[in-house]
């Protein structure tokens, strides 16, 4: 038995005016968001994101972003965005075309990064625009005097987005450091003798997720205890066609387009939630392959790979003659 | 032989595990009674180099065994309940890195993995392996009293005395499994008395 169909794919939408675009860094901007008929917005714990649709020409772009205003302030939601000059040009659509007063759809909040309630502490690992979730999950903890400490690398201070503010806040829990004049932050001496039950959190570059994990790890901390966040940009790659079986359809994959965003052009109404390969909605089962998968996610497991019989749609492609999906 | 094969059962019914070495900074094991075997087998100097092995004896005799892998903390006591200020305290005192291993009878590991979620160890990352009596720990859903070593099927609750059924299902929680009035409708109709696993 399948898991009950939404109606439509993805969190439910929310109309926004855009009430502020505030320049933070070189690269980084905020944008808050109040929504157009007035009410508050739906209530969201730290560590959530929420999908921007961009109308860019016609194409629609859907990125999802950590929303960083205070859980428990529902008059507006921010979000900070990166411009990425080589990115997907998401994040270059926000920064060259968003202005205040601009009407906008975001989705309703979903949090796959959320704080685990049974740490006795919380320890934060950022690095760069990897501060925006934890700066949501610190307005929920200061509300009950959460015992938490943040390690926030940058290259530089003056890239170090939200960094003096945080500063000033909370002078005693902030350790900010710039790699910019070499320092790193000294992982293995901070994850050693945290008292039992601390949950460490980690957002920003794979490098630095994948070298927390493994300096935990080595030190005995259960996996459990170590939480990322990592959202993958759907990679560019050769194109290669699909045969929807579901749908009756067959598309091709443009070289820099999803597997995913493909299928939604030609009206494919697929499941997603995160479009970053960490929430496992668009997980689609595989009919028939001739070629080689190309997975770039973080949810099948070795095991789902080895099968072939699985793809997720938002970051992974294909190269190979023939694939067919159940969808 | 200390090893037991339980049948299978109900989800709630706990699956215990086979204690292998882990990387850690500290290693804390728990064992009662014949649970020393599973410590004995697994012991290696390295390991034991940052053990610290709280044991509790009922009546056994494998203390001299255990000291012999030189531990660097040992403790030797008669019961659980003799050994948990102990067991509070090495948990108060723990950092993370610490490998939590736990053997013996199912009492003590359900107990035990209780202290250990409490101080802040997942669930998932405790080690269990079960070694000696099958015997259970029981509470009666009436009087809500624990009766410690069941070993059959019914049995007279110890504090309130009735005739209780053993169920498979258990509480984490309590670390108990239940034991529900099993000649409610008919009063003195109680089944004839056999070993749990029989």
Redesign the interface.
């Known amino acids: 038995m399948s898991a009950p169909q939404k109606a439509k794919a993805g969190a439910e939408k929310i109309a926004v005016t855009v009430s502020a675009v505030v320049p933070v860094t070189e690269y980084v901007t905020r944008f808050e968001f109040t929504r157009t008929d007035g009410a508050d917005f739906p209530p969201f714990s730290g560590g959530a994101h929420t999908v921007v649709s961009m109308e860019d020409g016609d194409r629609t772009r859907l990125n999802p972003y950590s929303l960083m205003s205070d859980p428990t302030d529902l008059s507006h939601y921010a979000i900070s965005v990166r411009r990425e000059d080589n990115g997907r040009g998401g994040s270059a659509f926000m920064h060259s075309q968003v202005a205040p007063g601009d009407a906008m759809t975001i989705t309703c909040p979903v949090n796959l990064f959320g704080l685990d309630w049974r740490a006795k502490k919380h320890i934060f690992f950022a690095g760069g625009i990897g501060i925006t979730p934890f700066l949501a999950m610190i307005g929920q903890l200061e509300q009950t005097n959460g015992n938490w400490e943040l390690h926030y690398a940058a290259r530089t201070a003056e890239n170090a987005a939200y960094a003096d503010m945080l500063l000033e806040k909370f002078p005693t829990k902030v350790h900010v450091y710039y790699s910019g004049q070499g320092v790193r932050i000294p992982l293995e001496s901070l994850l050693t003798g945290q008292p039992l039950g601390t949950h460490a959190y980690v957002c920003g570059p794979a490098g630095l997720i994948e070298l927390l994990r493994d300096t935990a790890k080595g030190l005995g901390w259960p996996d459990s205890n170590v939480h990322s966040e990592e959202f993958l940009a759907p990679a560019p790659g050769a194109p290669f066609e699909v045969r929807l079986c579901k749908s009756d359809k067959s598309v091709t994959v443009g070289e820099h387009e999803s597997l995913l965003e493909a299928m939604e052009r030609e009206g494919v109404d697929a499941p997603f939630l995160c479009r970053g390969g960490s929430c496992g909605q668009c997980e689609t089962n595989v009919v028939s392959a001739d070629g080689d998968f190309i997975h770039r996610d973080h949810w099948l497991d070795d095991d789902d790979r080895a099968s072939g019989k699985k793809i997720m749609p938002c970051v992974s492609r294909f190269i190979g003659t023939t694939l067919e999906l159940d969808r | 032989m200390s090893k037991f094969e339980f049948p299978l059962s109900i989800g709630s019914r706990p699956v215990w595990g086979t204690l292998e070495p882990?990387?850690?900074?500290a290693h804390l094991f728990v064992a009662d009674a014949q649970g020393a075997e599973a410590i004995l087998d697994v012991a290696t100097p390295e390991l034991m180099a940052g053990a610290h092995i709280i044991y509790i004896t009922r009546g056994t005799d494998y203390a001299d065994k255990l000291r012999a892998l030189n531990p660097s903390q040992f403790y030797e006591g008669p019961s659980y309940g003799a050994a948990l200020s102990r067991i509070k305290r090495a948990?108060s005192d723990?950092?993370?890195?610490?490998?939590v291993y736990i053997s013996g009878t199912e009492s003590l590991m359900g107990q035990m993995t209780n202290e250990a979620t409490q101080?802040?160890?997942?669930f998932?990352?405790i080690q269990t392996e079960h070694r000696g009596s099958t015997a259970r720990r029981m509470q009666c859903v009436h009087c809500k009293g624990f009766t410690e070593d069941v070993e059959t099927d019914p049995f007279v609750c110890s504090h309130c005395g009735l005739n209780l059924f053993v169920r498979d299902h258990y509480s984490r929680r309590l670390a108990a499994y239940q034991g529900v009035c099993v000649d409610a409708e008919d009063p003195g109709n109680v089944p004839a008395q056999k070993g749990i696993y029989e």
Not at chain 2, 119 to 122: S, T
């Open positions: 882990r990387v850690g900074q948990l723990a950092k993370m890195g610490l490998q101080a802040g160890v997942p998932e990352s």
